[in-house]
């Protein structure tokens, strides 16, 4: 769309304070349609005649602003009246946010200081047919508003006392509009309420609110107070402990709300930022607080849920549940790696880990092509893909395992949802990404060099250090290997010429033999056997099962291994260790966060220890999604539903069960483009029941037997 309106903005620095835009005007003649098209260098919240002109929050969302910057379309007409007011409220939003926080960067000060400011146009088609259009111009006014500061990492602080607002004109802003696009992601909106389950007061003596379940979002109270009394807390996600309020690992986001009250009963909530949150503390509250004063509102992505996972333990239960609310936590327009700290980005890595699960519990197709745009459009000259995107680290180095989302999200995507158009959108994007290893290795066919992650927060990693101890080299090579294959994959159905790219990954897989025969860690032996390069895999699944019951019958591996870890075991005949780890409840295990009361996942197995000390609060989320990514073993190996590959989006399904009998029955589910896949099996006196739904045809293999079928619902023993 072209637009005719001009980027306008305040006139006069107002320091801290949210400004807020008006249009006003009067209906001269009746109106059959009126659409409002919005955005905003910031975050806004637009309303007309007092009413909010749709459910989105947060818009115009966050992607590379300097490239790609949303806007929003809103159907005004069932809002308008004889006389009209828009109001826009805008606050700093990601535009102009510090982040990250632990950082100070050249491009984060400019981040800082680059103006804010709001494009909009009302266009008014008439009962007569003609039309009028209100363009953000000079004749819209701008007034402080009553919002003093709202930033993402720190918080909201409110002034509702009566005042005079004082209206001027605003100033025109000189900023690109070739850069605007139409919302092109799932809208932003309050998706759950949850009710506060208790206001305590802890041993420390202050008054906290517990809501009873992680989420990320922000608080609404309703409060009776004399004019000028305030409302203050802060948000935490654990008790330390001695059951005081923690939020220490919040680092440096203050994470608060302040807010000035005026005469009477009162019901508000921040508008312009969020927080990731179980509790909050009261520093200051009118009145004894009960817990029907508050309500947690969680704020995400639209995503249509589409996985249902349950089993007969009730642990695991929780484990999925925190699988679920760990994603609507962290996809608000972004894949985020945690929603609380003073990070909130999104990397690349943690995404990569988590998309196979992310696509089966949810529909992420739209949310992933948007971010999958901005991920090509921040690659850089040469090909690199940074570690987070949008990428507020531009100095930071690319990483194997965390680029790899170039060429692993779309194929994911492609996978489950069968659609080849994020293929098509991202496949210059991939070739950029594995051109620059071929460009950036020391050694020609493996990537040797440059400065990685490793396999993050590994647990075989040596004491001080966050790294695990698979060699970077290994690491790296590998993932070469695997964007490779991916992109010669992507080629192949996209029909595009990869023949040099077919070539490419043939040597890399035989350069990586040579040059590791051996495995040394649990990460290495699983990424040797998952991407393909082990000659014998089945041999290598024997070494690694060794190798974990020599650990203890524990992980060791970190983000890079962990998600395939199950996989490669149940695929090699080693279904029963990976039950035992999953089923495991003493550290390091998925279910011991679960014991310790977890309602997401944590990014420390440890987050809070044995003796309930925490982990270091430099780096301790306990919402941080990666090691989810075990739900999609649960979906494919428990459950056994299968992609297929030759069968994308689930034209068909391959099914094949793996039950364990410490469990006495488990389901899966999956809304796919091609209908439900419902796999749920029963260990009973007589044997194992099979009970499988498909609304597509499939394969299924239970007990050694394969059969092809219709669709229908069938029931089988084994
Ligand atoms: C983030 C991660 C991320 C990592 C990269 C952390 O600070 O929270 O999840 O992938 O840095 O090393």
Not at 383 to 390: D, T, Y
């Amino acid at each position: 769309m072209e637009f005719q309106a001009e980027w306008i903005t305040n006139s006069r620095e107002t320091g801290s304070i949210c400004p807020v835009f008006r249009k006003q005007w009067k209906t001269k003649q009746p109106v059959k349609k009126a659409v409002l098209y919005l955005t905003a260098l910031g975050v806004y919240e637009a309303r007309l005649n007092g009413k909010p002109v749709g459910e989105e929050v947060l818009a115009p969302g966050w992607t590379v602003y300097e490239k790609r910057l949303q806007y929003q379309t809103y159907d005004l007409t069932p809002l308008l009246e004889a006389s009209n007011e828009l109001r826009i409220l805008l606050g700093k939003g990601w535009f102009r946010s510090p982040m990250p926080g632990w950082m100070e960067t050249e491009d984060q000060k400019r981040r800082a200081v680059q103006p804010g400011g709001i494009l909009g146009e009302i266009h008014l088609t008439y009962t007569d047919g003609s039309t009028e259009v209100l363009a953000s111009d000079e004749s819209w006014e701008w007034a402080e508003s009553q919002v003093l500061f709202s930033e993402i990492y720190d918080g909201e602080i409110y002034d509702a006392e009566e005042k005079t607002e004082a209206f001027e004109s605003v100033k025109l802003l000189d900023w690109s509009k070739e850069i605007l696009i139409p919302q092109e992601g799932e809208r932003i909106r309050e998706m759950e309420v949850v009710e506060a389950k208790e206001v305590f007061t802890a041993p420390n003596g202050e008054t906290i609110v517990d809501f009873g379940q992680e989420i990320t979002g922000y608080v609404e109270f309703t409060v009776a107070a004399r004019a000028g009394a305030r409302v203050r807390f802060t948000h935490g996600e654990v008790l330390d402990a001695e059951g005081n309020f923690y939020n220490e690992n919040y680092r440096s986001a203050k994470a608060s709300v302040c807010y000035t009250c005026r005469e009477g009963v009162q019901t508000w909530h921040p508008r312009l930022t969020f927080f990731g949150f179980r509790y909050i503390r009261l520093e200051e509250f009118p009145g004894t607080p009960s817990p029907r004063q508050f309500r947690g509102i969680a704020v995400y992505s639209e995503l249509k849920r589409t996985g249902e996972l349950s089993c007969s333990n009730e642990k695991l239960n929780q484990l999925f549940s925190n699988i679920f609310w760990g994603q609507k936590g962290n996809f608000l327009d972004v894949p985020t790696d945690c929603p609380q700290r003073d990070e909130r980005l999104g990397w690349t890595g943690d995404a990569q880990v988590f998309v196979k699960a992310a696509s089966y519990n949810y529909d992420v197709e739209k949310f992933f092509i948007k971010w999958l745009h901005d991920l090509g459009a921040a690659q850089r000259a040469d090909g690199a893909v940074g570690q987070v995107i949008p990428d507020y680290l531009p100095e930071g180095a690319p990483s194997a395992a965390w680029g790899d989302a170039a060429a692993i999200c779309p194929w994911q995507i492609y996978l489950t949802y069968g659609n080849p158009k994020v293929l098509r959108d991202q496949f210059e994007s991939m070739k950029k990404w594995v051109d620059y290893i071929t460009n950036a290795t020391k050694e020609a066919d493996l990537w040797i060099g440059g400065t990685h992650f490793g396999d993050w927060l590994g647990l075989d990693a040596p004491a001080g250090s966050y790294k695990g101890s698979s060699r970077e080299d290994f690491i790296a090579s590998a993932f070469y290997a695997h964007s490779t294959e991916l992109l010669v994959k992507t080629g192949k159905v996209l029909g595009k010429e990869v023949g040099d790219y077919e070539k490419l990954q043939q040597r890399i897989v035989e350069k990586f033999r040579q040059t590791f025969p051996d495995c040394r860690t649990q990460t290495e032996y699983v990424l040797a056997i998952w991407f393909g390069l082990a000659e014998n895999p089945k041999d290598f699944a024997d070494k690694l099962a060794k190798m974990i019951e020599r650990d203890g019958t524990q992980m060791k591996t970190g983000f890079v291994g962990t998600p395939y870890l199950l996989h490669v075991l149940s695929k090699y005949g080693h279904t029963e260790l990976a039950y035992s780890l999953l089923l495991r409840e003493e550290y390091p295990s998925w279910l011991y966060p679960v014991e310790k009361g977890a309602t997401t996942i944590w990014e420390h197995w440890d987050g809070i220890m044995p003796d309930g000390k925490f982990w270091s609060p430099d780096m301790n989320s306990f919402n941080h999604y990666a090691y989810g990514a075990v739900a999609d073993w649960i979906y494919e190996e428990a459950a056994g539903i299968h992609t297929m590959e030759e069968a994308p989006g689930f034209a068909r399904v391959y099914v094949e069960p793996k039950p364990d009998r410490r469990l006495q029955w488990l389901k899966a589910s999956i809304q796919t483009r091609h209908g439900l896949v419902e796999s749920k099996w029963t260990v009973t006196d007589a044997g194992i029941r099979f009970e499988i739904t498909v609304d597509m045809p499939a394969v299924i293999r239970i007990s050694g037997m394969e059969r092809t079928v219709e669709p229908g619902s069938y029931t089988f023993w084994g």
